[in-house]
C-alpha cells in the first residue's frame, strides 16, 4: 500500500487533500500542530494522526522516519503547513517575519531534508510542497508571505531539476484565493492587523466567490499524478500567473491598484 504524509492536515487543503489520498487507498498519516483538529479529522476519515510542529526539523525528521519504518516504504510527503501573515508593510514587527519565514519555509525545508534521502535511497517518492500563486505575481499587503511562497516555488522547481532522473518527483502547488481557515487565522500569536477581513472581501470581490478545498484537493492530486512541476488553480489563478509572466510590469501595476483601493 502506498503511503503518504500530510503536515497541516487538520484543516483546510491539508485535511481535503489527505481525505481524497485515502479515498484512493493510501495510507495517511496527517501531522498538525492542532492536536484537537488533528484527532478529529483522523477519527473521520480513518488516518493516522501525529503532533507535530513543522519548525522543529527533528520532530518532521522523525515522523517521517517512523512512517517509513513502520510502513516499509514513504511515498508521498506533502509540505502544506503554514500560516498567513499580512498587513500594510509598515505595520508588520520583526516577529511578523520570523514566524512565517519558520512556518512556511523553514518548515518545507525541514520536510524536503527530512523525505529527500529516504526517497532517494528507495528510489522512488513525490514532494508536494504548498506555495500560492503569491508566489508567482505580485501580492502586496502580506510581504512576509508572499516573500516564503516564492522561495517554496524556486526551491520545489530546483529541487526538481536536480531529483530529475533518481526517480523523485518534486511538484508544488500554488493555489488562488480558496475558502480555507487560512484567512480567518491570518498573523497567528502575532501583533495584529485587520489584513485577513480586508483580503478576504478584496478575494470576494475579485474572483466573485472564493474556491472551494474539494475542488482544490481534486486539482492537486490530478496534478500529481500527472507530475505537473506547477499545480495552479482555480482557472483565474492560472490566467493570473499568464498575465504576469507576459507582463511583469503590468501585473505590478494592477497590484498596485489593487493596493490603493484597499488603502482606501
Request: proline share 4%; glycine share 12%; aromatic share 4%.
Amino acid at each position: 500500500m502506498r503511503t503518504a504524509v500530510v503536515t497541516g492536515g487538520a484543516s483546510g487543503i491539508g485535511r481535503a487533500v489527505a481525505r481524497d489520498l485515502a479515498g484512493k487507498g493510501v495510507a495517511v498519516t496527517i501531522a498538525d500542530l492542532d492536536e484537537a483538529a488533528g484527532e478529529r479529522t483522523a477519527k473521520e476519515f480513518g488516518l493516522e494522526f501525529v503532533p507535530l510542529d513543522v519548525t522543529d526539523a527533528a520532530a518532521v525528521s522523525a515522523v517521517l522516519g517512523a512512517v517509513r519504518d513502520a510502513r516499509g516504504r514513504l511515498d508521498f510527503v506533502f509540505n502544506n503547513a503554514g500560516i498567513a501573515v499580512g498587513g500594510f508593510t509598515e505595520e508588520l514587527t520583526l516577529d511578523h517575519w520570523n514566524r512565517t519565514i519558520d512556518v512556511n519555509l523553514r518548515g518545507v525545508v525541514h520536510g524536503v531534508h527530512a523525505a529527500y534521502p529516504i526517497m532517494l535511497e528507495q528510489g522512488h517518492g513525490h514532494i508536494v510542497n504548498t506555495a500560492s500563486l503569491a508566489g508567482l505575481v505580485p501580492a502586496p499587503l502580506m510581504l512576509p508571505y508572499t516573500t516564503t511562497k516564492h522561495a517554496v516555488v524556486g526551491l520545489s522547481l530546483a529541487l526538481r531539476a536536480e531529483a530529475a532522473g533518481r526517480g523523485v518527483r518534486v511538484s508544488v502547488v500554488c493555489p488562488g484565493f480558496t475558502d480555507t481557515p487560512l484567512l480567518d487565522h491570518a498573523n497567528p500569536g502575532l501583533p495584529s492587523t485587520e489584513v485577513a477581513a480586508r483580503a478576504r472581501e478584496s478575494a470576494i470581490k475579485t474572483t466573485g466567490r472564493l474556491y472551494s478545498v474539494d475542488r482544490l484537493a481534486a486539482d492537486i492530486l490530478r496534478g500529481v499524478a500527472r507530475n505537473q512541476a506547477v499545480i495552479v488553480a482555480p482557472a483565474s489563478g492560472r490566467a493570473a500567473w499568464r498575465a504576469a509572466r507576459l507582463s511583469p510590469g503590468g501585473a505590478v501595476r494592477v497590484a498596485g491598484l489593487a493596493t490603493r483601493r484597499l488603502r482606501g
